[in-house]
């Protein structure tokens, strides 16, 4: 069935540097897309959305970008700090209903 | 901002035993939500709500789930004999409904684990 799942389970940065984290979506259908950050304990907390009629969006230090060609999603988060430090979900829309595909998640270390 | 909330934060039961995980949604929300999350993994849909009823329900939604808006704020989740696998995180979420694609918001959830 359909699937969205990231390529790296783990990303380690330094503080102040940018970080670009990978997803991989196989429902070409799919018109909407959202990442989600979830800090442990906690449930997942909207960071940015995209549509599919988009290429890119840009939020508050964070970008999303779309490559529906590849069927590809990443989240930039620039200039990274501590309080970034969290488990990154990339979500899709799963038809009528709206019920999110999510997945697997990747856990982002900031190093002071 | 409003938020969505739940209650209780952690749950500790028999297996066997009914379950009653409680929501309270977003106020101008019209679409609900239940999610669960097995440690380490991803967040999986359960089920789908709206106008009162299920509009959509997963494989993992079988004849022991149910769910319930019990007045005009609540949103339940009821496991009616629990099993050791159904220990997880679970999330409601709800969101708008202005015709168009909208984000999801979810609670805090609550963490059920089945002994």
């Known amino acids: 069935g359909e699937s969205v799942g990231l390529h790296l389970p783990t990303l380690s940065v330094q503080e102040g540097d940018n970080s670009i984290i990978n997803c991989a979506y196989s429902?070409?259908?799919?018109?909407?897309f959202i990442w989600y950050k979830q800090e442990s304990g906690k449930g997942p907390q909207f960071i940015i959305d995209i549509r599919s009629n988009m290429d890119k969006r840009q939020g508050q230090r964070v970008t999303v970008l779309l490559n529906k060609t590849v069927k590809h999603l990443s989240l930039q988060i620039a200039a990274t700090q501590p309080g970034d430090s969290a488990v990154y979900f990339c979500a899709e829309n799963g038809g009528a209903t709206n019920k999110l595909i999510f997945g697997t998640g990747t856990l982002l270390a900031v190093q002071p | 901002e409003p938020e969505v909330t739940q209650t209780p934060s952690h749950q500790v039961t028999q297996m066997g035993q009914e379950v009653i995980l409680r929501c309270v949604p977003i106020s101008n929300h019209l679409y609900f939500y239940w999610y669960r999350q097995i440690l380490g993994q991803k967040v999986e849909f359960l089920v789908s709500f709206y106008n009162n009823e299920i509009s959509e329900k997963s494989e993992i939604f079988d004849d022991q789930f149910s769910v319930e808006r019990p007045d005009g704020s609540n949103f339940t989740l009821k496991i009616r004999s629990t099993k050791l696998e159904d220990s997880a995180m679970y999330f409601c979420a709800s969101r708008r409904d202005t015709g168009g694609l909208e984000t999801q918001y979810f609670g805090p959830g609550t963490r059920l684990l089945v002994l």
């Open positions: 429902n070409s259908a799919s018109d909407y």
